[in-house]
């Protein structure tokens, strides 16, 4: 499995966090920014994650700034993704099993970083349930195509 990952300044100590524990897990990662605490804007940021996500060069991504909000907007800009803003696990499975998401956003002010670690590896460990849920996907994607 590999990953792509990615804070805006407000992000940057939690996904400094998030890695080592994709360290101790010996998850393959990329990371795509920001290194330091610097201000940022995070559409950036969640473009390029976005990007390498659905160009396939990743399987997941991994996005956080200080809500979780505005980086999961930006991200789900992108065709193809489905990025989704989770501070439970509960959510985080559910994300995966019944929305087939591909990318995980956090808020830094939000969460610690324990439990931004356990929501990790439950995104990480679910596996998309399909059926009745990949009709609901297939119409996101018919929603996606729209030239409203």
């Not at 201000?39 to 996500?53: E, H, M």
């Not at 489905?82 to 995980?104: E, G, P, Q, V, W």
């Amino acid at each position: 499995m590999k990953l792509a990952i990615g804070a805006d300044h407000a992000g940057f100590r939690l996904k400094e966090a998030v890695k080592k524990h994709l360290d101790k897990r010996g998850i393959e990662y990329k990371d795509f920014g920001t290194y330091s605490e610097e201000s940022c804007d995070y559409p950036d940021i969640a473009r390029d994650v976005a990007v390498a996500v659905k160009n396939g060069e990743f399987d997941f991504g991994i996005l956080i700034c200080g809500t979780g909000i505005g980086i999961s907007i930006a991200a789900n800009k992108i065709k193809g993704i489905r990025a989704a803003l989770c501070h439970d696990t509960f959510s985080a499975k559910a994300a995966r099993a019944h929305n087939n998401a591909n990318i995980l956003a956090m808020g830094a002010r939000v969460i610690g970083e324990g439990l931004a670690c356990e929501i990790v590896d439950s995104f990480l460990s679910a596996q998309f349930e399909g059926g009745r849920h990949q009709r609901r996907v297939d119409k996101i994607h018919e929603i996606e195509n729209r030239q409203d």
